[in-house]
């Protein structure tokens, strides 16, 4: 009790200075990029009192979420309504009934009286590939207005820790870049631990990718124009899928997008450290993911998961990297950006600050989302463009 009312006490003194110190302060280098078939940028908020009541006592209290911005802070509080259980305390099967940040966006539209459906101008259709030891699904994105003529192919792989969430979890940012790119999108789901464990989901992503190749123009799309996207676990897997198509002498990528990609198996990075009571990730939930996704330490030590120490990233295609302040997984990604451009490999590397990991597909409700989704687009345009003319994209 004496500790809520010295809490409490706190914030409301802090109220004068906090109340004209918290607008906007992302930098200016994030600002949205003009692109065609953009979607607008989500509407201006402005902090409530218990929006600076909350923040200061999160700062009180050394919660990294004392970092959100306003846009961030308003999913994560709608998805506190929701009241997911903690998924370290859970079998993965109650994990995968959880509420998810998705859910959390389509609840604050639906609070805030505006659309929550799926964004429209893009047609969407369920299909099945062969993965390494049987069907699994996929979904198929294609612009409304990409006109005649093969499109660019997108091959996306959704997040979740190699355990949970699935195609609908993961639609919105497949959906954005099919219709912002003007590109095919293909999400693949793949095998999930605990069971199949690694590396079940790593040759799902590969027989995806060789699926891709084989049936890019019976999709419609232009096979030498093809690109990989990832978030999460599934940034991890674009990024093996290219270094897997490299080494097999497949058809190289165009370009990669690596979205807060898992780079690696230590936890006590800057980033996990400072995030390790986060949402809606943190320190123990990648730990419970790591755990039930791998047969022990030894795996972890694996190039295909230590990227950053163990892997050869020479010869990759070039690469956008997207990270979060307030991600555990926010140093795998510059570290993976490092390592790359080390390779020479071209890499633009962008942490968005006041936002959170999965922040990527809330472009609705996130304005950094959608900044983000500026800067990805422009970068796979310019690899798809190099590649019909037969350039190369300028090193960043």
Do not use: C
């Given at each position: 009790m004496l500790k809520r009312t010295f809490l409490a006490t706190a914030a409301i003194a802090a109220i004068a200075g906090a109340a004209g110190a918290q607008t906007d302060t992302r930098p200016a280098a994030q600002a949205p990029v003009a692109t065609p078939a953009q979607t607008p940028a989500p509407p201006p908020r402005e902090p409530t009192m218990r929006d600076r009541v909350d923040q200061v006592v999160r700062a009180v209290t050394?919660?990294?979420?004392?970092?959100?911005?306003?846009?961030?802070?308003?999913?994560?509080?709608?998805?506190?309504?929701?009241?997911?259980?903690?998924?370290?305390?859970?079998?993965?099967?109650?994990?995968?009934l959880q509420p998810t940040p998705a859910d959390a966006v389509k609840l604050l539209l639906t609070k805030?009286?505006?659309?929550?459906?799926?964004?429209?101008?893009?047609?969407?259709?369920?299909?099945?590939?062969?993965?390494?030891?049987?069907?699994?699904?996929?979904?198929?994105?294609?612009?409304?207005?990409?006109?005649?003529?093969?499109?660019?192919?997108?091959?996306?792989?959704?997040?979740?820790?190699?355990?949970?969430?699935?195609?609908d979890t993961y639609d919105a940012t497949p959906r954005a870049l099919a219709k912002q790119a003007r590109a095919i999108v293909v999400s693949f789901h793949y095998r999930q631990a605990p069971e199949d464990k690694f590396p079940a989901a790593h040759d799902d992503a590969i027989a995806a990718y060789r699926w891709l190749l084989q049936n890019a123009q019976q999709l419609g799309g232009d096979d030498n124009r093809i690109a990989l996207a990832g978030e999460s676990a599934g940034g991890n897997l674009a990024i093996n899928v290219a270094i897997a198509a490299r080494d097999g002498r497949l058809k190289s990528p165009v370009h990669q997008l690596l979205v807060y990609p898992v780079a690696q198996g230590d936890m006590n990075?800057?980033?996990?450290?400072?995030?390790?009571?986060?949402?809606?990730?943190?320190?123990?939930?990648?730990?419970w993911f790591l755990g039930h996704a791998t047969r022990g330490?030894?795996?972890?030590?694996?190039?295909?998961?230590?990227?950053?120490?163990?892997?050869?990233?020479?010869?990759?295609?070039?690469?956008?990297?997207?990270?979060a302040q307030i991600d555990p997984l926010r140093d795998d990604g510059a570290m993976l950006a490092a390592k790359l451009?080390?390779?020479?490999?071209?890499?633009?590397?962008?942490?968005?600050?006041?936002?959170?990991?999965?922040?990527?597909?809330?472009?609705?409700?996130?304005?950094?989302?959608?900044?983000?989704?500026?800067?990805?687009?422009?970068?796979?345009?310019?690899?798809?463009?190099?590649?019909?003319?037969g350039t190369n994209p300028a090193p960043r």
């Open positions: 050394g919660s990294p979420l004392a970092e959100a911005d306003i846009d961030m802070k308003h999913v994560l509080d709608a998805m506190a309504e929701l009241r997911p259980m903690a998924i370290e305390n859970l079998t993965p099967l109650e994990a995968r805030e009286g505006r659309n929550a459906a799926p964004e429209p101008g893009v047609a969407v259709k369920d299909i099945t590939f062969q993965g390494t030891t049987g069907p699994l699904p996929a979904r198929v994105y294609r612009p409304d207005d990409a006109g005649q003529g093969p499109l660019p192919v997108i091959a996306y792989f959704h997040g979740g820790g190699w355990v949970i969430a699935d195609l990075t800057k980033s996990y450290r400072d995030n390790a009571a986060a949402k809606p990730l943190n320190k123990a939930m990648m730990d330490p030894a795996d972890l030590m694996d190039p295909r998961l230590d990227l950053v120490n163990k892997a050869d990233l020479k010869n990759l295609p070039p690469t956008t990297i997207i990270t451009k080390e390779a020479g490999v071209p890499v633009n590397h962008t942490d968005y600050q006041g936002v959170t990991h999965e922040f990527f597909g809330m472009a609705a409700v996130v304005a950094d989302a959608k900044a983000a989704q500026d800067v990805a687009v422009k970068d796979l345009q310019a690899s798809f463009g190099a590649a019909a003319t």
